[in-house]
T-cell receptor, first 115, second 113 residues
């Protein structure tokens, strides 16, 4: 079974600074997808970034980038130039490449961006 | 185009009553998922529909939970004889093909008194 661990229940960062959220996972699969989702107080889950395990290049989306270490089974999210609107719960998620495509989620990290 | 929609937004019910939660996926998406998010927790997979295949019900916590998907589009999650531990946010997601990114609805917050 796949498990996803987010070891930081809460984090805070000053506006305009950089913060890194950690995620590790456990799987015997060789091909899979990893995701970071953001959930603001509105509770709408919003996709932040997606990484395919067979790609060595780390995914980036504007101010968001990941550090994907396949051998270490680590998938951290870096948020640069943090903005007040980045305040939210952040969830790391794992999905197998084939078969049942349900996602396995970590427990989440609550990020607060301070002015 | 329109995103995933869910109704109702909030539902308060009494213990022992049945409830139905509705999900309308993005048009053309063949895969549909239901998840449950208990207070302060991550998401827990409940059930998965893909096209006309039999659904994967492996995540349903008890036989009080069931779901159907009519015409390959709208889905209804039914909880019979609700219990207080069923209180949670129920999220629906859809994707265009297997393995593709899942897009979530706003969820239904269920409160069982």
């Amino acid at each position: 079974a796949q498990t996803v661990t987010q070891s930081q229940p809460e984090m805070s960062v000053q506006e305009a600074e950089t913060v890194t959220l950690s995620c590790t996972y456990d799987t015997s699969e060789s091909n899979y997808y990893l995701f970071w989702y953001k959930q603001p107080p509105s509770r709408q889950m919003i996709l932040v970034i997606r990484q395919e395990a067979y790609k060595q290049q780390n995914a980036t989306e504007n101010r968001f980038s990941v550090n994907f270490q396949k051998a270490a089974k680590s998938f951290s999210l870096k948020i640069s130039d943090s903005q007040l609107g980045d305040t939210a719960m952040y969830f790391c998620a794992f999905m197998k490449h084939s078969g049942n495509n349900d996602m396995r989620f970590g427990a989440g990290t609550r990020l607060t961006v301070k002015p | 185009g329109a995103g995933v929609s869910q109704s109702p937004s909030n539902k308060v019910t009494e213990k022992g009553k049945d409830v139905e939660l509705r999900c309308d996926p993005i048009s053309g998406h063949t895969a549909l998922y239901w998840y449950r998010q208990s207070l302060g927790q991550g998401l827990e997979f409940l059930i998965y529909f893909q096209g006309n295949s039999a659904p994967d019900k492996s995540g349903l916590p008890s036989d009080r939970f069931s779901a159907e998907r009519t015409g390959g589009s709208v889905s209804t999650l039914t909880i019979q004889r609700t219990q207080q531990e069923d209180s949670a946010v129920y999220l629906c997601a859809s994707s265009s093909v297997e393995g593709a990114t899942q897009y979530f609805g706003p969820g239904t917050r269920l409160t069982v008194l």
